[in-house]
C-alpha cells in the first residue's frame, strides 16, 4: 500500500492489484497549488503534506483500514514548504520554506497531567510522549505495536526510598 501524490489528487493505491483504493481531489479548492514535500512519522500512520502556504495532514485510521483527514493548517506569506523534518518522538515537525524561513510546529492531539507531576502528550491514537515536568529532559515514548488507540494513562510512581508516591 503506497500514498500517491499528484497535482490534483492524493491516492492510496494497492500496488498488488494496481486499483486505487481512497481519492482525496483538491481541484474543487480554487486555491490549492501542487505538493512540494511530504513526511511520514515514525509510525508511518502520519503523514503530513506542505504545499503554497498550507499543510495537509493524513492520519492512518487502524479501524477502518483508511486514511483520515485533518483539517488544513494554512500559513499566510508562508511561501512554498521545502522541507519537513519529524522531532524523533513526535511530538513536533519543523518546516522550512524556500526564502530561508522556518517554523517550528507543535503537533498533538491532547495534553494532560497526572499526578501534577508528569505531563503526557497525545501525539497520534497510538502513541503518547510522558515526560518529568521537574526535569523535562526524562521522558519516555509508549506506543501501540498493534496500532490501536490508548485511550487512558495510569502512572504510577516511586520515590527514591522505594515508597509509592
Known amino acids: 500500500m503506497r500514498l500517491i501524490l499528484g497535482k490534483s489528487q492524493t491516492r492510496r493505491k494497492n500496488l498488488e492489484q494496481g486499483r486505487s483504493l481512497q481519492n482525496f481531489d483538491y481541484n474543487k479548492e480554487g486555491d490549492e497549488k501542487e505538493f512540494t514535500v511530504a513526511i511520514l512519522d515514525a509510525t508511518g500512520r502520519v503523514a503530513v503534506f506542505g504545499s503554497f502556504d498550507r499543510f495537509r495532514l493524513l492520519t492512518w485510521n487502524q479501524r477502518r483500514g483508511a486514511w483520515d483527514e485533518g483539517i488544513p493548517l494554512i500559513l499566510k506569506n508562508f511561501y512554498t514548504a521545502s522541507a519537513l523534518a519529524w522531532k524523533p518522538d513526535g511530538t513536533t515537525i519543523v518546516a522550512g520554506n524556500l526564502t530561508g524561513g522556518v517554523i517550528v510546529i507543535d503537533c498533538c492531539l491532547k495534553r494532560a497531567l497526572l499526578k501534577n507531576i508528569f505531563e503526557t502528550i497525545y501525539v497520534s491514537p497510538s502513541q503518547v510522549v510522558i515526560r518529568d ?9 509508549v506506543r501501540s505495536k ?7 494513562m495510569h502512572v504510577s510512581a516511586t520515590s527514591p526510598h522505594g515508597s509509592h508516591m
Do not use: F, L
Request: glycine share 0%.
Open 133 to 141: 515536568t521537574q526535569a523535562p529532559e526524562r521522558q519516555c515514548v
Open 146 to 152: 498493534k496500532n490501536y488507540p490508548i485511550t487512558d
